[in-house]
């Protein structure tokens, strides 16, 4: 997965200055090597560290480094990731855009593990959606993964999502429907945001293959899902909009019987894994 990323990464260690790092360059001798830990303060879920470990052979291909860990261990306080040699000029220099990688996946990685666990008895999966980092959405996709979450659509070409703007703008449900039927692949199925048990039954009536109860209390909810489960068994169901991370009203959300809850949090607002790197 690195090298698909290479891109990526040489723009990372460009906006940070990596080869014009003024404070390691005035401090540290030219030939100055290092040994070096890459080290874990917290519990959680590792994702990014493949990625990581390319950034530092990226700066400089004299840099060793033994990793004792892979993307998606479940790691603890005080686990070493990662034994690092090499020049301690480059090491310096990649630190930080590394540890930014490894940091911030590995967040996703544990954010995403948790809320799996809040569904454990359930039927109900944890689904990401597109609200990803610019550039990095499948870095962040894989992060999701490695926590044991499924990933939505990758993108607007993988399948039919029709939200609101899209039913106001075709002049309703059963319209958006029609024309999605008519101009999409055949093989991609139709899901439709539906806020109101009045959209949900429209919704069913034109044949969506997909329900998506947006923003719904869980009273509601639970109502919309024995409807649909009445009327068409076959259609699957997601709950999204408003219903974050915390354990409790994820466990009341799937309780209501839906088959996935789409979480954007996983991604735009998983904090960072704390790691560092300590010269030994």
């Known amino acids: 997965m690195a090298n698909l990323h290479l891109d990526l990464i040489q723009q990372a260690l460009a906006e940070d200055g990596a080869e014009a790092d003024v404070t390691t360059l005035s401090t540290v001798p030219l030939e100055q090597q290092t040994q070096a830990n890459i080290i874990v303060r917290q519990a959680g879920v590792i994702a990014g560290l493949a990625i990581a470990v390319a950034t530092f052979r990226e700066l400089d291909q004299r840099i060793s480094i033994e990793t004792l860990l892979q993307d998606g261990a479940v790691v603890q306080p005080g686990q070493v990731l990662a ?33 799996v666990r809040a569904l454990e008895g359930s039927e109900a999966r ?13 870095l962040e996709k894989e992060a999701v ?10 993108n607007l070409s993988d399948g039919v999502l029709i939200k609101d703007n899209h039913i106001k703008a075709a002049g309703g449900i059963s319209l958006a429907i029609s024309l999605a039927r008519r101009q999409a692949p055949h093989l991609l199925k139709i899901e439709v945001e539906c806020e109101t048990l009045i959209e949900v039954r429209e919704a069913l009536e034109a044949e969506a293959d997909v329900i998506l109860l947006d923003n719904m209390h869980v009273d509601t909810m639970r109502s919309a899902v024995e409807f649909i489960r009445r009327a068409s068994p076959k259609v699957l169901i997601e709950a999204s909009g408003s219903i974050g991370t915390n354990p409790v009203k994820l466990a009341s959300v799937a309780a209501t019987g839906v088959d996935f809850i789409s979480l954007g949090a996983i991604t735009h607002s998983a904090p960072q894994l704390d790691v560092s790197l300590e010269f030994d």
Request: charged share 20%; proline share 4%.
């Open 83 to 115: 034994l690092i040699s090499g020049p301690a000029r480059s090491v310096l220099s990649a630190e930080r855009v590394a540890l930014n990688f490894l940091g911030h996946l590995s967040g996703i990685a544990t954010l995403t593990a948790k809320c």
């Open 126 to 138: 944890i689904l990401d959606t597109r609200k990803t980092t610019p550039g990095l959405r499948s």
């Open 145 to 154: 993964r490695l926590g044991g979450g499924q990933n939505h659509r990758f």
